[in-house]
């Protein structure tokens, strides 16, 4: 049986002292499928739940960490036609990426263009898709929408703020919980329009100001019980809202349903991870109309990719711990070496 090395967890879950590199079976692709030597990998927070044995995994995800990589295609399975031996690729998968190798459908992978470097691939599908499907696809953006994006200058924040612009928004206002952070998201290039303090200032308020008290087409929440009442106040009549986490908590107690009525607004939960291969494939392929717009950060893209650090899969550790502590202000990427 071939092997490769992958990063396993001790016990099957645990702290980070559990992590270690070590061999596995290597996967063999199947009908559809695309086998991939990964170069470089991105860390999601799903990754630390995951470690712990907090996350439960959708039916036939690989127990392998990581759902984000890069790499170069190995080997081929029968059906394929989207790739060829050789292509640069990057993808999003349910898990197996912090490996040597990953077998996966050719429905989940992009060709990674030129310009984008191992590092920088790994760093966008997770976050980039993901503000993608709660924006373009629920969201329905559009040409001079006004949109409120909480946790801005989180990895899914950043992108959403980016995508908004590139969609044409009129204004984005973003929330974080520091000035540094707010003034970072107000100065990158394509940023955020309008930024406020969510735990010093009012955010309904402040986009009822910048919108002539419309308030904002699309609100993009990770938040839930504490953001829920202001959400509502700031939608304006016809507003949607995405909501991707729930970070302070899932029930909101007193609901007035009156002000969804009447403004008739559109509240749309989202998950990524659990849905089916046909409805990711229609979603990679539909967020490909924008991959070449991408670059790194010292590029002159319209959207631009943050990397804060880059780890050596041996630092495997010090990377987790690097994530544990919130130390980041863009992705975290492992090489594998």
């Excluded at 999601?44 to 984000?68: C, F, H, K």
């Excluded at 009549?237 to 909501?243: A, E, H, P």
């Excluded at 590029?299 to 994530?323: C, D, L, N």
Aim: hydrophobic share 40%; proline share 4%; with cysteine.
């Amino acid at each position: 049986m071939p092997t490769m090395r992958a990063v396993l967890i001790k016990d099957g879950k645990g702290p980070i002292e559990n992590l270690y590199i070590g061999d596995t079976e290597k996967p063999v692709p199947k009908d559809g499928e695309v086998l991939v030597k990964i170069e470089a990998f991105g860390l999601n927070r799903m990754d630390l739940m995951q470690r712990e044995g907090g996350y439960p995994l959708p039916p036939g995800a690989s127990t392998i960490l990581g759902v984000e990589f890069a790499g170069g295609v190995d080997e081929i399975g029968p059906g394929v036609t989207k790739f060829s031996v050789g292509d640069e690729v990057f993808g999003l998968v349910a898990g197996g990426a912090y490996a040597e190798y990953i077998a996966c459908n050719q429905g989940l992978l992009m060709k990674k263009p030129a310009h984008l470097s191992w590092v920088e691939a790994a760093s966008i599908p997770e976050n980039y898709i993901t503000a993608y499907q709660a924006l373009v696809k629920y969201g329905e953006v559009k040409k001079g929408d006004n949109v409120l994006v909480h946790a801005g200058a989180s990895g899914v924040g950043i992108a959403a703020i980016q995508i908004a612009r590139v969609f044409g928004a009129r204004s984005i206002t973003a929330t974080a919980s520091t000035k540094d952070k707010l003034d970072w998201l107000l100065s990158i290039p394509n940023g955020a329009t309008h930024a406020v303090n969510y735990k010093t200032g009012d955010f309904a308020a402040e986009v009822k100001k910048t919108t002539n008290n419309k308030g904002v087409d699309v609100v993009i929440d990770f938040v839930g019980r504490t953001h829920w009442a202001k959400n509502i106040d700031s939608l304006a009549v016809d507003g949607r809202m995405t909501i991707l986490a729930v970070l302070s908590g899932s029930e909101v107690p007193s609901v007035n349903l009156g002000p969804i009525l009447y403004k008739r607004l559109k509240i749309q939960g989202s998950t990524l991870r659990s849905r089916s291969l046909e409805y990711q494939t229609e979603l990679i392929g539909s967020f490909q109309t924008i991959v070449d717009k991408i670059t790194g950060a010292e590029g002159s893209g319209p959207i631009r990719t943050y990397i804060h650090k880059v780890f050596t899969w041996t630092e495997i550790q010090e990377a987790h711990r690097e994530m544990t502590a919130n130390k980041n202000s863009g992705k975290i990427i492992v090489t594998v070496q």
